[in-house]
């Protein structure tokens, strides 16, 4: 079992509803952000495989934990931090513990957003 997570004190806030605001002079595509979201996290497994996000109404359930990782890759922190912080939000706020594949995840998806931010540069 893996030793409980502490969210970075700069992310404390974060998990509980606060949405960072997002810089103006570099766009965000929410489409592109949230095909990673869905095809490299989804950590509560809202949609079946082959299922696309665009036409549920839940479209929208990750954006904030997607848009916190974007302004603080923008900020310079760290992709390890990312990790950690997806990790903490699927465990702990979602309060859905700790599941096989879910690092894996976590990693995927912040180097896919890590990616998505310096092309968007």
């Known amino acids: ?12 806030n974060d998990i509980h509803g606060s949405i ?6 570099l766009p ?9 979201g869905w095809k ?3 950590p509560v497994g809202l949609l079946t495989e082959g299922e696309s996000w ?15 990782v974007v302004a603080d890759f923008r900020s310079g922190r760290p992709l390890a931090e990312a990790v950690k912080y997806l990790l903490c939000i699927e465990r702990e706020h979602m309060a859905l513990g700790t ?3 879910q690092k894996a995840r976590a990693e995927a ?3 896919s957003i890590q990616r998505f931010v310096v092309s968007s540069a």
């Open 20 to 25: 960072p605001s997002m810089s103006t002079d």
């Open 28 to 36: 965000i595509t929410l489409s592109r952000l949230r095909d990673i």
């Open 1 to 12: 079992m893996e030793p409980a997570l502490s969210v970075p004190d700069g992310w404390k």
């Open 109 to 111: 998806t912040a180097r």
């Open 54 to 68: 665009d036409q549920k109404p839940f479209a929208d359930e990750y954006d904030d934990y997607l848009h916190k």
């Open 40 to 42: 490299e996290w989804d």
């Open 99 to 101: 599941r096989l594949g």
